[in-house]
């Protein structure tokens, strides 16, 4: 896996990945087909979705830019 600063594997769940954002945390897992869907543990209903890795972390980061 390329090396993300606002993203890594999961210590607890094999297959997914941790996101970081505006001090949130998203559970990061495959959709299928290349998309991913990311879920803030805070707030069920705050998802994003995207095609590959490093289009999340782009998302992500673009979320917490003023």
Known sequence: MKNYH???QSAFRK???VGYCEG???RIAKLGGG???AI???DSTDQIYA???EA???KLQAK???
């Open 6 to 8: 606002n993203i890594e």
């Open 15 to 17: 297959g997914e990945y």
């Open 24 to 26: 949130r945390v998203y």
């Open 35 to 37: 998309y991913w869907r």
């Open 40 to 42: 803030n543990q805070s």
């Open 51 to 53: 095609f590959g890795l």
């Open 56 to 58: 999340m972390s782009n």
């Open 64 to 66: 917490a830019a003023p």
